[in-house]
């Protein structure tokens, strides 16, 4: 039997551990013809084969700056030659022996489509489990499929031209509205699954909500969905809709979040504090020029 070549494309910066563990997680799916592609986006500490006990599908691709991760996707996509490639984190794992094996299939069932499977998040964090209740398993309000746990077609890739390296953030969204554009489907699978960690710590999820918000304008602006019309379109009215939207937001999140996790309703506090981050760096974008000369 002839299988798909598949490449696994995994950008990373400065996580060793995490990046091991993922990588790790990949050597021993039950298929045949795949390769894993790291590409190192100029993290302090370079990206070694030793850290993965010398697996032979494992290449390591060094960036000689910080590209972001939709450039170090795209370099990664374009040094390979594959049917089809699976984008997955860094801070990622897998625990399904068959996951490559089901993105094939789905890739070989919908061949004109991007894919994405389900994310399970895992935190033993407070802090974590509030940014979890801000997330879904992988398919966003039925409008972008995250890269976390993607695969696509080699033709798809193309037809697309690639990731938009403009985007800092969120370029997920900007991918997937592109594909949706030009008849390309999105397919989601919850049986196709991957593991995601949360270790961040309030600050760090502050920052992370601070930078969403300073991408989320230009992106879902230049998309025109997902409520678009009620983002800020200037530095006063940022200003002006800086606490409504924060605490519409927030009830929001939690009302989606308690049928499934009545405790959200505790974390509501937190919750809150991370919509005003996103709305922080929403009158970030708006005050500071070059934010929105580089999202033109």
């Not at 997955?88 to 489509?113: E, G, M, R, T």
Request: contains cysteine; positive net charge.
């Amino acid at each position: 039997m002839d299988w798909p070549s598949i490449v696994v494309i995994i950008p990373t910066y400065g996580r060793k551990k995490q990046l091991v563990r993922c990588v790790l997680s990949l050597s021993n799916q039950d298929y045949p013809n795949y390769k894993i592609v790291v590409i190192d986006d100029a993290s302090p500490e370079p990206v070694s084969h030793t850290w993965f006990k010398n697996i032979k599908q494992v290449s390591i691709l060094r960036n000689k700056t910080n590209q972001k991760q939709a450039a170090s996707r795209n370099r990664g996509i374009r040094s390979a030659n594959a049917d089809y490639y699976i984008l997955i984190d860094d801070d990622c794992y897998v625990a399904d022996l068959n996951w490559i094996k089901k993105h094939v299939s789905l890739n070989q069932k919908f061949p004109k489509s991007l894919i994405g499977g389900k994310i399970i998040n895992v935190t033993d964090s407070l802090w974590g489990k509030a940014r979890a209740a801000l997330t879904r398993d992988g398919l966003q309000y039925g409008s972008f499929l995250q890269t976390m746990n993607l695969s696509f077609s080699q033709t798809t890739f193309e037809d697309l031209g690639g990731f938009n390296e403009v985007f800092g953030e969120l370029e997920d969204v900007d991918f997937s509205q592109r594909a949706k554009r030009q008849g390309i489907s999105l397919k989601y699978d919850s049986s196709t699954a991957i593991l995601h960690q949360f270790n961040d710590h309030f600050r760090a999820i502050l920052k992370r909500n601070f930078q969403y918000g300073k991408w989320v304008v230009p992106v879902r602006k230049g998309q025109h969905f997902d409520g678009h019309w009620i983002l800020p379109g200037s530095l006063i009215t940022s200003l002006v809709l800086y606490l409504p939207l924060s605490i519409i937001s927030s009830l929001a999140q939690v009302l989606l979040a308690l049928p499934k996790q009545p405790a959200t309703i505790f974390l509501s506090p937190l919750i809150f504090c991370y919509t005003l981050a996103h709305s922080a760096g929403m009158v970030c974008y708006h005050w500071k020029k070059r934010f929105k000369e580089d999202s033109l």
